[in-house]
């Protein structure tokens, strides 16, 4: 691997997708995305809902309460009315219309990288509109959430295009986050834990939640969020990694280079056993989490395809 191998492209005035991205680039997803198979009819699953079987289908809302009759599930009881009559009370739920999908991005500074393809955050805003649109087309409430090391981005779920579009807007603005000095008087420092238990709040219990990153943050306690939101909703983790973080280059001295910023790093047997062995443990952890029920992962590199990752993930759930 040559030098001009890992220098990444500077940038462009006209959002050329390669270091970030335009409303116009995420719009043009619109066909791509609605062809993604997020829900399928249900075939021999108890679960409820329209979605694949290994998902745990949409979420429940409460409709009303009667008396307690026998065979009734001891954990659905109301308390409350139960407490003020003095009579044994079920809660009744009914399905809801459509399945919250909610999106979270996360454009930390490690995501502004890549030496093939386009950047991470690329990536991750590509893959989000994707899925966006999806939503929409299939009448689901799509929301989000898209953070830095000091900006920060929350949409409730809505359904419709208008929402999809300020989502879109949102994407692109956000992708240009690492170029440009914040001004934002509400700025505040967000990490992948803090992040993740906002998101806790933002997601009602049987939604669908894709999380894209390259969790460079992941710890024990990043785990356990994970672990707390998959009691209640579906999640897929949407891993974002670029070749070098993979593997480093044969032996010798590398410059990288960024806007007017240049770095050098050494490679050697030793630095890339160690750099292959970090790489490798994140990726075991990750997989670890993913034996988690109702945890999913995808693993994409930045110079893959996106819609093509997405469509052969989805129809691989669906079979």
């Known amino acids: 691997m040559s030098q001009s191998d890992i220098t990444t ?15 116009s680039q995420l719009i043009a997803l619109r066909a791509a995305g609605e062809r993604l198979q997020l829900k399928q009819q249900r075939i021999g699953s108890v679960q409820s809902g329209n979605y694949s079987s290994r998902f745990k289908g949409r979420g429940m ?3 009303e309460s009667r008396q307690y ?5 001891v954990r659905s009881l109301d308390w409350r009315v139960t407490a003020r009559t003095g ?4 809660k009744l739920f009914r399905e809801e219309r459509e399945r919250p999908v909610i999106g979270w991005v996360d454009l930390r500074p490690s995501m502004f990288f890549a030496t093939r393809g386009v950047f991470k955050s690329v990536v991750a805003a590509k893959a989000a509109a994707l899925i966006s649109w999806s939503a929409t087309k299939h009448g689901d409430r799509f929301g989000g959430m898209i953070f830095s090391d000091t900006e920060h981005y929350e949409c409730r779920p809505h359904h419709g295009k208008d929402a999809t579009l300020h989502w879109i807007k949102q994407l692109s603005e956000a992708s240009r986050w690492s170029h440009e000095q914040s001004t934002s008087s509400t700025a505040e420092a967000t990490d992948t834990l803090s992040a993740l238990m906002r998101l806790r709040r933002v997601a009602k219990p049987g939604s669908l939640l894709f999380l894209f990153s390259d969790f460079r943050q992941l710890n024990t306690a990043v785990s356990l969020q994970i ?7 579906d999640i897929v983790l949407f891993h974002i990694f670029d070749s070098l973080e993979q593997n480093l280059p044969s032996s010798g001295d590398y410059a990288i280079a960024w806007q007017q910023r240049f770095s050098r790093f050494s490679s050697n047997d030793k630095t890339r056993l160690q750099h292959q062995l970090q790489f490798k443990r994140l990726v075991e952890q990750l ?5 988690i029920p109702g945890v999913h992962l ?6 893959d395809d996106i819609t093509q990752k ?3 993930t989805f129809h691989a759930k669906r079979s």
């Open 287 to 291: 997989e670890r989490i993913a034996r």
């Open 310 to 312: 997405l469509v052969d």
């Open 298 to 303: 995808i693993h994409c590199a930045t110079n």
């Open 9 to 23: 492209p500077p940038p462009s005035d006209d959002g050329d997708g390669l270091i970030y991205v335009s409303q």
């Open 227 to 233: 672990g707390k939101l998959a009691r209640h909703n």
């Open 61 to 63: 809302e409460f409709d």
């Open 87 to 90: 009579v044994a009370h079920t």
């Open 69 to 73: 009759q026998p065979g009734d599930d």
